[in-house]
């Protein structure tokens, strides 16, 4: 029988995919020749890729009439309330896969949860300017992140017939390849954090809370890395 999940494209999620992660296969900034760039250009580079991926996929989705029914919509003060315990958990997961890659010999260096990757200087910058950066850079990728591989990827898998559980697996599965650049540490942070950020999205979790959660871990990450806690 011909179904509206039947008759849906098969073919926009693919090339959606594509245009979202090929370029995230090589961290944004990134320069030739081993030696890394500056904080600044590293992190305004990522942000500007980040918000032009989002705002291709709002296109998409607000094209087809279904933002609401893939979580985007206004913010509202129980997207803080429901991002804290989500944070909380984001941060106990890096942890964890902090110690598993420790016990498999693949040390990160840096902060726990920070992959195994050159940190950019932040040589002549003021710690409110890289705060400021950080923070711009963190929402930017938690929004473009959030909105492509747990509520696009689930959404349009389940839209054409996948289960749920398939849908969650697939969206982790993309996200833990989308930071391979990352190492091991990455990908099994990107696994177990990932599969925590898909079951929010299907439990109800809409765009604004997971983002919140996933921008607050970055930013947490991102500055203790480039030591603005003073460790």
């Not at 473009?144 to 990827?153: A, I, K, Q, S």
Request: with cysteine; charged share 10%; glycine share 12%.
């Amino acid at each position: 029988m011909d179904t509206e999940s039947t008759r849906r494209p098969r073919t926009e999620p693919l090339l959606v995919t594509l245009a979202i992660i090929a370029p995230s296969v090589v961290p944004a900034g990134a320069s030739l020749g081993g030696t890394p760039p500056g904080a600044a250009s590293w992190l305004a580079g990522g942000a500007v890729q980040s918000l032009s991926q989002f705002a291709l996929l709002i296109v998409i989705i607000g094209a087809s009439g279904r933002l609401r029914e893939y979580g985007v919509g206004r913010p509202r003060a129980a997207d803080a309330l429901k991002a804290m315990p989500l944070f909380a958990a984001v941060l106990i997961l890096s942890r964890v896969a902090t110690m598993m890659a420790a016990a498999t010999g693949w040390a990160a260096g840096g902060a726990p949860g920070v992959a195994a990757i050159a940190i950019p200087s932040i040589t002549g910058m003021s710690p409110a300017a890289v705060a400021a950066l950080t923070a711009l850079f963190s929402i930017a990728v938690a929004y473009r992140e959030e909105l492509f591989y747990r509520l696009y990827v689930i959404g349009s898998l389940r839209e054409r017939g996948a289960g749920t559980i398939a849908a969650i697996l697939v969206s982790t599965t993309l996200f833990a390849a989308g930071h391979a650049y990352q190492g091991l540490p990455g990908i099994l942070s990107s696994l177990l954090v990932g599969a925590a950020m898909a079951a929010a999205a299907t439990g109800g979790f809409g765009l604004h809370a997971l983002s919140a959660a996933h921008a607050a871990y970055d930013f947490c990450v991102l500055s203790a890395a480039f030591g603005l806690f003073g460790g």
